[in-house]
């Protein structure tokens, strides 16, 4: 089971930005799929944005233009850069990595409260 530790996050106003950091146990080429979830209040888990070990990307509709997810080789992190931040963007954020069968069968993070002020 890979371990996974994120960081960043925090308050912002609106049209502000954050930056999230996910440092898994392993290196973050040898994992297949890794990617940032949120859960809102009330709302089910969304995907935010995902990044393949061959550097396909993959985000929201609600974040493209905004958000950009890059991994760090010298860091060992995936990071996922957050501008123009929206009240709607409040939620809690999940660091995911897994195998390509999907996030329920892989390794969560702990989360991280992003909350957006208006």
């Known amino acids: 089971q890979v371990q996974l530790v994120e960081s960043g996050g925090g308050l912002v106003q609106a049209g502000g930005s954050l930056r999230l950091s996910c440092a898994p146990s392993?290196?973050?080429?040898?994992?297949?799929?890794m990617g940032w979830y949120r859960r809102a209040p009330g709302k089910e888990r969304e995907s935010v944005a995902t990044i393949t070990s061959d550097g396909r990307i993959k985000y929201a509709d609600s974040v493209k233009g905004r958000f950009t997810i890059s991994r760090d080789s010298a860091k060992n992190t995936v990071n996922l850069q957050m501008n123009s931040l929206k009240p709607e963007d409040t939620a809690v954020y999940y660091c995911n990595a897994e195998k390509g069968l999907g996030p329920d069968f892989g390794s969560w993070g702990q989360g991280t409260q992003v909350t957006v002020s208006s």
């Open positions: 392993v290196s973050i080429f040898s994992i297949n799929v």
